[in-house]
């Protein structure tokens, strides 16, 4: 059964960088058939795509947020990461780790929805 | 950059109603569209893929229809397990990743 499992620091300091990882369990970490993401959710309010990362190596990103993420995958350890960088306290949020599904690749654009979540992990940026 | 805009932000409801929550793009997502729901607390679920595909598990009181740019999650029967919060996503767009503000469903 398919499981991912956040964990990191639940409290950093602005400016400093938020470093999560996201345990795969379950399933390959590498297939062609799906992908791996980062959303997050500020307390409150509503869901915020922060990235993806494919089969292929490429990344991308939130523009919001592309100049300080960095996603990346461990395949030897089954893990997908999350760098953020110079965070400050509007980067507090709960933070999800997701699997991105592909339904269909028969159309013009592969048909996908982030399928399996992690339980998420709150992250506090303050001082 | 397209916009993802729900209706109503929030709408209060009796068990056994039929409620629909809309979902309206700002250009066309043809039938690139999700639906989430997340429960207080909890992680969002999958409820409907492709605008209108059921995923696994899923209840058939849950119906997603539309294409283009207006879509819509109609609950036919209100069970008190369906008190939550909904969210639409385009997936047409290169990334995937747009998701609208929610529309949280209350209990009357």
């Known amino acids: 059964q398919l499981q991912l499992q956040e964990s990191g620091p639940g409290l950093v300091k602005p400016s400093e960088t938020l470093s999560l990882t996201c345990f795969v369990s379950?399933?390959?970490?590498?297939?062609?058939?799906?992908?791996w993401g980062w959303i997050r959710q500020p307390p409150g309010k509503g869901l915020e795509w922060i990235g993806n990362?494919?089969?292929?190596?490429?990344?991308y990103y939130n523009p919001s947020l592309k100049s300080r993420v960095t996603i990346s995958v461990d395949t030897s350890k089954k893990q997908v990461s999350l760098k953020l960088n110079s965070v400050t306290v509007a980067d507090t949020a709960v933070y999800y780790c997701?699997?991105?599904?592909?339904?269909?690749?028969?159309?013009?654009?592969?048909?996908?929805?982030?399928?399996?979540w992690g339980q998420g992990t709150m992250v506090t940026v303050s001082s | 950059d397209i916009q993802m805009t729900q209706s109503p932000s929030s709408l209060s409801a009796s068990v056994g109603e039929r409620v629909t929550i809309t979902c309206r793009a700002s250009?066309?997502?043809?039938?690139?569209l999700n639906w989430y729901q997340q429960k207080v607390g909890k992680a969002p679920k999958l409820l409907v893929y492709?605008?209108?595909s059921l995923q696994s598990g899923v209840p058939s009181r849950f119906v997603g229809s539309g294409s283009g740019t207006q879509f819509t999650l109609t609950i036919t029967s209100l069970l008190p397990e369906d008190f939550a919060t909904y969210y639409c996503?385009?997936?047409?767009?290169?990334?995937?990743?747009?998701f609208g503000q929610g529309t949280k469903l209350e209990i009357k």
């Open positions: 997701v699997r991105g599904f592909y339904f269909d690749t028969s159309g013009l654009y592969p048909l996908s929805a982030f399928d399996v």
């Open positions: 379950g399933v390959s970490i590498r297939s062609d058939t799906y992908y």
């Open positions: 990362i494919y089969y292929s190596g490429k990344n």
């Open positions: 250009e066309t997502v043809n039938h690139y």
């Open positions: 492709a605008a209108s």
């Open positions: 996503q385009e997936t047409y767009t290169t990334p995937p990743g747009t």
